[in-house]
């Protein structure tokens, strides 16, 4: 039998913020649908939400391809929420990175799920409901040294998020576009930029938990944009000024 509860798809969903929402949806009786590639990783976080009592489906798959994100398309069926969390971080001088890599970096980040939305969202546009939480970054709202493919990535996916909001909420669809800064999830380590754990104040670092908690208020107030952290809201304006620039090179920079 077809289950009554409302199901929320989460991409990257195998660990940090994905897995954090995915926990959140399960325990708030929303049937989950996980995607992501590492499929052992996506099996630990199901049994952590079957044991919420909802139904998981999981969904192994590549989203920095066209290929997966159709995939993805026609097997996660109707959906109440999406959360595009898929992505990667990614530090590199101009020049030192392979194109194939930036191509994928671009898809996974910003076309990709301007391709996925344009699946799921006409489906919640016929129910008249839904919700799509899109996890961009701080990186949006200034310009970042030696990163400039992921600012770029993280640019477009919030700017697009804004524009479906203004399309799409006169017709009981919520979105959001959540930025927050430096998180603590496996994301730098697996990059290679594990010394940022070390560097970067603690004051600077966001929990999963808080990412989840501020899309939720952001949600339940029609906000558009959120940023986690009260330290990040509140150095928004700085972010490109010189001297928050040099700070910041040297926080970041490998001893």
Known sequence: MESARPRALITGASSGIGEEFAL??????????????????????????????????????????????ERLGAECGEVDVVVANAGVTHAATIGGTDRNQLDAL????????????EIVVPRMLRRGHGEVVIVSSIASFTPM???????????YATAYARSLALEVAPKGIRVVAVCPGYVHTNL????????????????????TDEVVRATQR??????????????????????????????????????
């Open 145 to 155: 040294r030696k990163a400039g493919p992921y600012a770029a990535a993280k640019t």
């Open 218 to 255: 952001a949600l339940a107030r029609g906000k558009t944009v959120v940023i986690p952290g009260r330290v990040y809201r509140l150095a928004v304006p700085f972010l490109s000024s010189t001297l928050a620039q040099s700070i910041w090179r040297r926080l970041t920079r490998r001893v």
């Open 106 to 117: 671009a898809y996974l980040m910003s076309t990709g799920v301007v391709r996925l939305c």
């Open 24 to 69: 959140f949806y399960a325990r708030d009786s929303h049937d989950v649908v996980l995607a992501a590639r590492n499929e052992p990783e996506l099996e630990r976080v199901a049994a952590r939400c079957r044991s919420y009592g909802v139904k998981v489906s999981v969904i192994a798959v590549d989203l920095a391809t066209s290929a997966g994100v």
């Open 188 to 207: 730098h380590q697996r990059a290679g930029l594990d010394h940022l754990t070390r560097r970067v104040p603690r004051w600077m670092w966001t929990s």
